[in-house]
Every structure is written in structure tokens, then in C-alpha cells.
T-cell receptor, first 112, second 116 residues
Framework: TQLLEQSPQFLSIQEGENLTVYCNSS?????LQWYRQEPGEGPVLLVT?????EVKKLKRLTFQFGDARKDSSLHITAAQPGDTGLYLC????????????FGKGTKLSVKP | EPEVTQTPSHQVTQMGQEVILRCVPI?????FYWYRQILGQKVEFLVS????????KSEIFDDQFSVERPDGSNFTLKIRSTKLEDSAMYFC??????????????FGDGTRLSIL
């Protein structure tokens, strides 16, 4: 059974601080997707990482896929209150049409 | 930007009743999915659908669940005889054609299903 563990589960920081959240598994994934979910809404895709060792940047967000494609990290530089939300990683492990295996998420709160 | 739309946003149903959740995927997408999220828990895969048939389904997707694409735009999830434990947010997602691992899945805002 493929499992994705996210840490930390909760993170509360001050505006301007940097942070990293992690997504780990014992399984190899074809790709990993990071989503952000606001209360009462569906997950919104931030990025997809496909190649082992890949690094992608989205403004102040940096995403990395582990060399073995079993883990990923999301680093936020100079966090802002607008970054507050639930960050989910989701792994695509294959199958005929594929489906996503989600982690439980990291709930980030950035205080002004 | 095109988006996945789901209706209703909230459905309250008596236990044992049938419920149909509706989704309109993004128009040029060919792969469709249902996921659910029980309050406080992670998003879980239910079923994927392509070319008018189920591609994969999880253990959650038992005989009380069915999916249908009745016309060119709608994609529905039917729960035949609802149970209390079916209470959850149900998300529809779709993606375009292409290598699955590279194609992002786009999610709707979900239907909150409450079983009384």
C-alpha cells in the first residue's frame, strides 16, 4: 500500500520567516503533485514534479523531488499571511489511468 | 480559466436514501475522477473513468457506488443507499489526454454530503 507522510502536520510562523514542509514515502512515485486547499474548496494545483532531483520554483515557493522519487519538499521563503492554507502532496504511482495518493497535509498559519 | 464545477455544494440526505452528485469536468478533458475527504482526514481516491468505463476503483467504491457520464458534459456519482459513514466532501477531478504522470488533475470545489 502506497502511503505519503507529510510533516509537520501543523506549522504556525511569523510573517517573513522561511519554512519547509516534507512529503515522504517508502514507495517510488512516477510524479508528485503539490496542492493547496482552502476551507470549503477543492485542492488547487501548485506544481507537478516528475524527474528525480528536479527543482521547480513558483515565486517564493521552491519544490524539490528526491533523487529516488520517494520524497519531496516545499520550501517557502519570506512567508506572507496569504500563504496560510493546507498544503497537500499527492503521488501518482501509475496504474492504468493512474490515481493520486494524498498525504494528510500540512496546515500552515502565517501570522502578520 | 476553465474549471471543474460541482453541484450541489451541500447535500443533506436521510440514511438509506439515494443521492446523486454531479460534476461538469473541463470541456476538453477525457479522464475523470471522484475522490472523497472525510472531515479531518486525507483525500482518498474512489474511482477513475475513461472512454465511458471505469478504469480503476478503490476498496471504498463498493456496490453501493456507481458513476455515469450520461451526456457529453456531466459526470455523476450515485450512492444507492447512503450510510452515516458516507458523510464527507466529495471531489470531482479531470485531466486532459497525455502521459498521466505529467498531466495535472484539476479539482472542483466539492460537494459536502451530510447523512442524517
Amino acid at each position: 500500500t502506497q502511503l505519503l507522510e507529510q510533516s509537520p502536520q501543523f506549522l504556525s510562523i511569523q510573517e517573513g520567516e522561511n519554512l519547509t514542509v516534507y512529503c515522504n514515502s517508502s514507495s517510488v512515485f512516477s510524479s508528485l503533485q503539490w496542492y493547496r486547499q482552502e476551507p470549503g474548496e477543492g485542492p488547487v494545483l501548485l506544481v507537478t514534479v516528475v524527474t528525480g532531483g528536479e527543482v521547480k520554483k513558483l515565486k517564493r515557493l521552491t519544490f524539490q523531488f528526491g533523487d529516488a522519487r520517494k520524497d519531496s519538499s516545499l520550501h517557502i521563503t519570506a512567508a506572507q499571511p496569504g500563504d496560510t492554507g493546507l498544503y497537500l502532496c499527492a503521488g501518482w504511482y501509475g496504474g492504468s489511468q493512474g490515481n493520486l495518493i494524498f498525504g494528510k497535509g500540512t496546515k500552515l498559519s502565517v501570522k502578520p | 480559466e476553465p474549471e471543474v464545477t460541482q453541484t450541489p455544494s451541500h447535500q443533506v440526505t436521510q440514511m438509506g436514501q439515494e443521492v446523486i452528485l454531479r460534476c461538469v469536468p473541463i470541456s476538453n478533458h477525457l479522464y475523470f475522477y471522484w475522490y472523497r475527504q472525510i472531515l479531518g482526514q486525507k483525500v482518498e481516491f474512489l474511482v477513475s473513468f475513461y472512454n465511458n468505463e471505469i478504469s480503476e476503483k478503490s476498496e471504498i467504491f463498493d456496490d453501493q457506488f456507481s458513476v455515469e457520464r450520461p451526456d457529453g458534459s456531466n459526470f455523476t456519482l450515485k450512492i444507492r443507499s447512503t450510510k452515516l459513514e458516507d458523510s464527507a466532501m466529495y471531489f470531482c477531478a479531470s485531466r486532459s489526454q497525455g502521459r498521466g504522470s505529467n498531466q495535472p488533475q484539476h479539482f472542483g470545489d466539492g460537494t459536502r454530503l451530510s447523512i442524517l
